[in-house]
């Protein structure tokens, strides 16, 4: 299957401080990229939807100030956490589907954030 | 939105198939049913996904109802590594997933 990988695989982070985690399909060209958060013991939600060179659209719930998502290449989006808090901890998994499949999403390993 | 329910847990024995059970009776007539396994502190493993029709692969079947509103993964000889939290999930395409909140699956030796 297609390959996606997330980095930083954990963070910790001091509370009004901002985190940037990267996706990055490595073998294909995703044209969408999928970001979710999942709290300690709940399923997967998702938090919202980028497609390359677009602007992201949000689900209903998740402030798009808060949440900064950046798709700028068929390869690359981005997560940016701004000023964080203690209640934003948790693991968010990226998503990436495209040239492999246009209704298969392949899933990163997942970010950890920690906020002190 | 799709609502998805899984029953929350199941145990089945080593090398005995396995029914795993899901209900989106919302699901949209576009929108696939996708099957995932997660282990703790990882992301997500594909396991199959399908539109209508049955649909088999390497690591398991997928059943689909006639009308959709419900489906059923089975693995046809679980192992101890198949101990896993599995969700059913329906979307796809230009949006994202919408997860059930996952059956946790024990295999016992």
């Known amino acids: 299957g297609a390959v996606v990988s997330q980095h930083p695989s954990w963070v910790i982070c001091k509370s009004g401080t901002s985190v940037k985690i990267e996706c990055r399909s490595l073998?294909?060209?995703?044209?969408?990229m999928f970001w979710y958060r999942q709290f300690p013991k709940q399923s997967l939600m998702l938090m919202a939807t980028?497609?390359?060179?677009?602007?992201?659209?949000?689900e209903q719930g998740v402030e798009k100030d808060k949440f900064l998502i950046n798709h700028a290449s068929l390869t690359l989006s981005t997560l940016t956490v701004t000023s964080a808090h203690p209640e934003d901890s948790s693991f968010y998994i990226c998503?990436?589907?495209?040239?492999?499949?246009?209704?298969?999403?392949?899933f990163g390993p997942g970010t950890r954030l920690t906020v002190l | 939105d799709a609502k998805t329910t899984q029953p929350n847990s199941m145990e089945s024995n080593e090398e005995e198939p396995v029914h795993l059970p899901c209900n989106h009776s919302?699901?949209?007539?576009?929108?696939?049913i996708h099957w995932y396994r997660q282990l703790p502190s990882q992301g997500p493993e594909y396991v199959i996904h399908?539109?209508?029709s049955n649909v088999n692969n390497r690591m398991a079947s997928l059943a689909i109802a006639e009308d959709r509103k419900s489906s059923t993964l089975i693995l046809h000889r679980a192992t101890l590594r198949d101990a896993a939290v599995y969700y059913c999930?329906?979307?796809?395409?230009?949006?994202?997933?919408?997860f059930g909140k996952g059956t946790h699956l024990i295999i016992q030796p």
């Open positions: 998503s990436a589907s495209g040239e492999r499949g246009y209704n298969e999403q392949f």
């Open positions: 399908g539109l209508t």
């Open positions: 980028s497609n390359e060179g677009s602007k992201a659209t949000y």
């Open positions: 919302t699901i949209s007539g576009t929108d696939y």
């Open positions: 999930a329906s979307g796809g395409g230009a949006d994202g997933l919408t």
């Open positions: 073998d294909f060209q995703a044209t969408t």
